[in-house]
């Protein structure tokens, strides 16, 4: 019991609220859906070991936990600035988990209080951007490791930071000691990043077969950053092995997984195709980014019907942050069209609260703040924003966080996985591919002069027949 | 003709591609729209001195720039931290410009190099994201200046905020002390903060009269942390006046605002509901971050219509970043129902751009990236996406940037502002009032026992009868 109190939930009562009327999801549209999930949840646990799928063994991986916290730990003393070079999934895991559970300002901290590296997360190729890194690590390039992410090894994007970083390196500090200032992380057999790690002896950890760059926060992908700021990656993973326990139940009642993708796959049906992820914490906004790559990538897809026929599906992600949007999006929330079922994250306990102190008694607009705290105040607004949406009708639900630790961030990792591969099976699609992003590569190439790539017409021609 | 070559610029030619086919828009169209538009603009223009158009004097308005400018000269010196106190329209207007025209590592950098305060714009109650700031200014508390920014003077987030702060400041500096670490942002008339202000004689500037929050970037409340931080601030209103010259045009060719607002409603009439936002520059980010809350809450509204119903209208903004959400959204975005209209925003030249050095001969995912750039790299697949995306029918267009500079920011502030008026003409709506967001507020006080909002269901029953 002491266990189960400790687990994030997921509540969908408010979605029974009598004022959301035709917007609102009864007991009986669930049911008539828990078959479907039920046999989507009994064929993916079937197959869990296989393809796509393999990112649910990772929680119980021990031998690669205990590599990636070696490692770290060898290399974390040395190491005053950490730079991640990558981009999508190489490169949001390890924002999200830094952002949710580090110190808010910590790279502005001293290094003693910090206590790893400072983290630079480079998910971009802006010039300006990349400079700005440039300029503040510099000085110290001795003391910085690069750690470069592609699970393909091909990533044109982290390639190009590659090139700019080891020609800097090779220049200040010679080849020999550019080498060890550089740690790959990426597929263990294929790929260009992989045979040059080989060949030139870059240390490098795996990122293993099967898991995608979006499934792959919990590999060394999200884990060794994590790692070396020192955030207790063991904890994180056995906050996702408690939620393994839960979403392998087939029943939508014990099953949040499943239970937030036959939701979000019913509202859809409605006609409501944006999915809102709104925390009411700073610290879990880089998850619902990360969440919404998760989502968008996964799920919108051309789908093929009987007879050739293609059609597009997949919900819209947004990311929102309580109370912030309050002052920016709820405007339209609450009287724009009815399109959006919005899931608030909520934390029940904040670690380092900040009360609010008594002042000004003769001014209505102050005097009853005094004496409550901004955590109370934060959640009071969630609760009064909830009850605004539903009283015009728009749908919202909760996930609920006991407090942000390793573990219960953990668990949402974790459990919103699987609801992308439940999800994935409600909406008839392949979770693990992303064939519409193939073409803006090929033009990429082609306009940049790489060999094989001189035929735009064949390459637009190709991509035709192949979707 | 040089000055007109260091405009902004509003590139709707995709628009036209015949790949789009029912998804593109024709001249005919556009055409039938004009004398809409053109009525609207030729209203606005006529309007502008009054009520919520008044944001459009700010650019000329050089007593309120001096003012700001003399402000900022006498404080900067001294001030180590400015903290800004807002949010919503307070906050997002300051984060947007420093993001651009600032280094992006600007808190990490010397007091030397940086030239100003080092900023942190408070934009939450979150508990953990306000201790994580007073942690790292808590030790200079007699060099930190807070800005506490409230155009109403009644925002709740900005007054617990206050507080928090007020009794920091008198407990550790003393009372008198305490005053002058204190500056205000709020209206000139009315409103708690101003009472506040004028009694205890905190140093303060105005919000003119008019002027709504989420226009008020161009007032002191954009502009005073602007100037803190070495921005330019007349260039900033410079650039924003010369594009006041283009968006008096009530021909479509010649304004751009009026083009943008046109595009926008059609492809809203055209069921394509979401509007992104795509800068192929992080200094851009906060610029589209802006636009989100000025696009929601100005033309998200439920409209009255004849006998008395309401219908719901208005775009949903969605911000993205290229190349980043290459490898988050773009498969969406292709793939994925055609519901978006994209608006991309590019550069044409970055100050500092980075070369990509030649290397790897032997292999060919990286030797067609020697000799490039990544300011190159960056604008290449800018060009690729977008045919990527209109091989698959997808509409979008570019707002070109000759360069980030705070000219080019002021015009294209000025320029989505101006577009925003004319949409709110072509939606049928207000675009200065916010009524769907009071609700949650009310429901806020009863919750927290605020005085005169004891009875739910009055404040309920009331908001039915006035929406």
Redesign the interface.
Known sequence: MARKNQMIALDVSPLANRKLGKYGLTRAQLNRLAPRVKRIVTRVERERGDGGHRYRELPHDRLMRQAVEEFAKALRPKTQNLVVLG???S??GATALHQALN???Y???SRRKRGGP?LFVM??????????????IKDDLPGTLFNVVTKS?????C??QF??V??LLTRRLGREEAKRRIVVTTDSHSG?MR??ADREGFASLPVPDGVG?RFSVLSAVGLFPAAMCGIDIKAVLKGAAEMDDMVRSTSLQRNPAALFAAVNYLYYKKGL??SVMMP????LSGLADWF??LW??S????RNESGGKLI???P?P?RA????D???????????????LITFLEVSR????????K??KD????????G????K??N??K???E??LL??SRPCMTIRFPS?SPHAVGQFIYMLEVATTIAAGLFGVNPYD????E???K??????????YGNINAL?HR?RHQ?
Chains 1, 2 share one sequence.
Not at 125 to 134: I, K, N
Not at 153 to 157: K, W
């Open positions: 981009i999508g999934g490169a949001l110190h808010p300002q790279n502005l901290l400072r998910d971009n190729v802006d010039p300006a951007h990349f400079a700005g890194m440039l300029d503040v090894g091909e990533t044109t994007e390639l190009s090139l700019v080891r020609n260009t045979a040059i760059g195709d944006l009411y914490s700073n610290a919404r790559q968008a990538e799920l919108g897809k051309a597009s599906v997949g819209t947004i942050l309580g109370t912030t309050q002052h920016s999006q709820l405007q339209l929330y609450r009287e724009g069209p009815n399109n959006k904040f670690d380092k609260d900040v009360p609010i102190p002042a000004y001014q209505p607009a102050l005097s009853y703040l005094g409550t705290s901004m955590g105040l934060l009071t607004e609760q009064a924003t009850q605004a009283a015009s942000v992303q064939p519409g992003v073409l803006g590569k033009i990429t190439y082609h306009l940049l002069g790489r060999e094989g637009m991509e979707t």
